[in-house]
Structures are given as structure tokens and as C-alpha cells.
């Protein structure tokens, strides 16, 4: 995996990919059906419809740019199980107030409900990439300096 690439769960990529298909059909159906009315009323330079329409536009065309970039460079695997926290595991760790918490370790772009997501480029998702369990794991955060010992690893399964 490069640093360009996007590791995906094969849900996260049909997601993604479902997404995108809707943005490029029904969604710019929309737009296109809200620019028209708002044209049919008269003088674009101070019609408040036609402004937002186009600017509904502009972000549903940058979240297609954003989509497609990211399903370019996707790698879409299982995550597999060596014992180790690697992206795709789900890892349950006790703070130093003895509270769990259980993270799923992935891209943004992976994210599931019901789990808290550990990003791979965040402080967290750094400091347990490789970690075992049983092993304490240090990293700095905006809010300080935290430690977590890791209770649990599994990789992720939808």
C-alpha cells in the first residue's frame, strides 16, 4: 500500500461506489431540475434559488472529484489477523482511568456505526499500528500525552 492508496473494506468500497453512481445520475437530475426552475424566474442576478442551486452544484461536483479520487487509488482487501493492530482491526483498549473503548483502525473513509474510528494518520491510529496485545502504547494528542494498554485485536468483519 502506497501513501497515495486508500486501504477500503469491500462494504466501504460498494458504499462509496453506490454513492457516486447516485451523485452522477439523481443528483445532478436534481440540479438540473432546480436550476431550470429557478432560470423560469427571471433575472439570475438576484435570484437567491439560482445562487443556492449553484452552489449545490459546486459541492455535489467537488464530493464526485473527491469520490472518484479516492475509489481510484482504493486497495480493497479483508483485513487479515497476525496477532498485530494493522489497519482493518478492531482493537479494544483500557485507558489509564481503566475505561475500554473499542476503535476500528481504517480511513475515514471506512467508517462504521457503532465504532469509534482510530485513524492510520492520527495520533491514536499511529501509536497502536503494529501494537500486540497486552502492549501499553503512548501518543500525544491535542488535549496531552495518553497511554492505553491494548486489551483485544480482531480484524474488522461487516
Known amino acids: 500500500m502506497t501513501d497515495e492508496t486508500t486501504w477500503l473494506t469491500p462494504s466501504a ?54 469520490l472518484e ?32 473503548s473499542e476503535y476500528f483502525v481504517a480511513n475515514p473513509e471506512n467508517r462504521e456505526p457503532g465504532f469509534l474510528l482510530a485513524s492510520p494518520a492520527g495520533p491514536l491510529g499511529q501509536a497502536l499500528i503494529g501494537a500486540r496485545k497486552g502492549e501499553q502504547v503512548t501518543y500525544q494528542a491535542p488535549g496531552g500525552t495518553f497511554t492505553v494498554t491494548v486489551k483485544a485485536i480482531r480484524p474488522f468483519q461487516t
Open 13 to 66: 468500497f460498494e458504499k462509496l461506489s453506490a454513492e457516486l453512481e447516485d451523485l452522477k445520475t439523481n443528483g445532478r437530475r436534481s440540479i438540473e431540475t432546480r436550476l431550470s426552475e429557478a432560470r423560469a424566474h427571471g433575472d439570475l442576478r438576484e435570484n437567491g434559488d439560482y445562487d443556492a442551486a449553484k452552489n449545490d452544484q459546486g459541492l455535489m461536483e467537488a464530493r464526485i472529484r473527491q
Open 69 to 100: 479520487a479516492i475509489l481510484a487509488q482504493a486497495e480493497v482487501e479483508e483485513p487479515t489477523d497476525d496477532g498485530s493492530v494493522q489497519i482493518g482491526s478492531v482493537v479494544t483498549v483500557v485507558d489509564s482511568d481503566g475505561d475500554e
